[in-house]
């Protein structure tokens, strides 16, 4: 069985740029979060959407968004991208509730910003 | 709110040593979740381990075993006779929620180990 997938693997943006990363969950998970990991730092939530609909988001600006699809696949949006952006972009996916069934998670997008 | 301390940045041992990797927490919620797991260089983070506050007795698999005691709010993690492949970022991660309904991981900095041969 496939194993969450997340695409680009590695992407180069400029300042001021706009990015999609995408994520598709393991078959039958209806839950995806995100997560940012800056370099040398544990990773940080940024959202959780559950049956399409945002769960939860956390201390991050309105410049990140997100969108679940009908199939749970999921969108991470990020507009005017700062240097500070550049990080390991984490999608985890679990059947329902998280801590009863635990995360999966993907390898991760490797965003430079430049 | 939810804090997780990992207080060890980096630990170096030598191949067959055994290492322990401390893990501090704090939360109010009374159900939560308590995780370990393991990033290699390629950046996936791989599950090691669940433990529900709840369940307090102390789990083994193979070399790895863990020392879960709420009442020092610790989750603390054994590697018995250390390997090359070891070598790895360990985080240790605690789950809750929220009012809203949402669930989080909130990750500790993680440690790096280094086994070496």
């Known amino acids: 069985d496939a194993g969450v997938t997340q695409s680009p693997t590695h992407l180069i943006k400029t300042r001021g740029q706009h990015v999609t990363l995408r994520c598709s969950p393991i078959?039958?998970?209806?839950?995806v979060s995100w997560y940012q990991q800056v370099l040398g730092q544990g990773p940080q939530f940024i959202f959780q959407y559950y049956e399409k609909e945002e769960r939860g988001r956390g201390n991050f600006p309105d410049r990140f968004s997100a969108r679940q699809f009908p199939n749970y696949s999921s969108e991470l949006n990020v507009n005017a991208l700062l240097l500070g952006d550049s990080a390991l972009y984490l999608c985890?996916?679990?059947?329902?509730?998280?801590?009863?069934?635990?995360?999966?998670f993907g390898s991760g997008t490797r965003l430079t910003v430049v | 709110a939810q804090k997780v301390t990992q207080a060890q940045t980096e630990i170096s041992v030598v191949e067959k040593e055994d290492v322990t990797l401390d893990c501090v927490y704090e939360?109010?919620?009374?159900?939560?979740?308590l995780f370990w797991y393991k990033q290699p260089p390629s950046g996936e983070l791989v599950f090691l381990i669940r433990r529900n506050s709840f369940d307090e007795q102390n789990e083994i698999s193979g070399r790895y075993s863990w020392n879960f005691q709420k009442s020092t709010s610790s989750f603390n993690f054994t590697i018995t006779a250390s390997q090359v492949v070891d070598s790895a970022v360990y985080f240790c991660a605690l789950s809750g929620l929220t009012q809203g309904g949402s669930e989080k991981l909130v990750f500790g900095k993680g440690t790096k180990l280094t086994v070496n041969p």
């Open positions: 939360t109010r919620d009374t159900t939560y979740y």
């Open positions: 078959s039958g998970h209806k839950s």
């Open positions: 985890a996916s679990t059947p329902g509730r998280a801590g009863r069934f635990g995360y999966t």
